[in-house]
């Protein structure tokens, strides 16, 4: 892999012991809940790649025409040389700002950061083809539990996360996650964060219960994770998929709702979790989001907002933000 260079963060059993103990604390819990992280294996991320493509499912669509608009203009404003990327997955929107910023002259070097290593050679690898003379450092780490944005020499630097996936914290963790971003960062240099924006409750619950099934599938697919890596015996079939708008919290919840009484036994933690018909299994929030909420949010962890942008519908919000 010429010219990529892969930095390792984690320990090698750091997945395994991970996803145990998120499983023993969400499935012991009550409410019962399981963190969104682990949707994502090899099918789940397939499948994610296509809701992406569902016309419920605008966040995507909405991000891409702002990006496709402002990537110039940030370009300018930033002259960053190296762009890290938090959660980089397979930097499908990303090209935008490389190309700006090499239109602009300032581009030196790419550092995506995911908890993937597969997904950063392959995306990698692709990127060095586009750009011949762009240093790619990938890191692979947990960006929520081990953030880790890698020191560079000379220019600007501009971090991006991308996606509404901010929206997946809970308001103390986004504190948290903020402040360590910001703490990565010298004084002038740039974070570029995507948020969904508050809408009708409708437009909001379709984009998370499509009608052909493909989220309620990428929903259940946390089951079939627990049953692989724990030797558990969830039966996807026995939950329903649920998207819920809660509006005093602003933030859209999944849920897997049981169809009937399950005992669902999990052999390598030595448990048995019971769930009674109708109860239900928290397994993600996507909060949404209004602009004064992100100012004051980037504020209180050492960032003036300097750019605000949204999609032609408004449904979508790209903020460029700059450490003070």
Known sequence: MSGIEIDRRLPEDFFSAALRDDVLKGLTADPKWLPPKWFYDARGSDLFEEITRLPEYYPTRAEREILTARAPEIAALTRAETLAELGSGSSSKTTLLLDALQAAGTLRRYDPIDVSEAALLASGEQLRRRYPQLTVHAVVTDFEERLAIPDADGGPRIVAFLGGTIGNLLPEERAVFLTRVRANLRPGEWLLLGTDLVKDPATL????????????????????????????????????HVALWDAQAEWIEMRLRARRDVDVRLKELDLTVSFEAGEE???????????????????????????????????FGLSLAEGV
């Open 281 to 315: 299994l928290r397994t993600e929030i996507s909060a949404k989001f209004r602009r004064e909420g992100v100012e004051s949010e980037l504020a209180a962890a050492g960032f003036a907002l300097r750019r605000w942008w949204t999609d032609g519908e408004g449904r």
């Open 205 to 240: 619950v379709a984009a998370y219960d499509d009608a052909a099934g493909v989220t309620a599938e990428f929903n259940k697919n946390v089951l079939r994770v627990v049953d692989r890596e724990l030797t558990a015996d969830f039966d996807p079939d026995d939950f329903d």
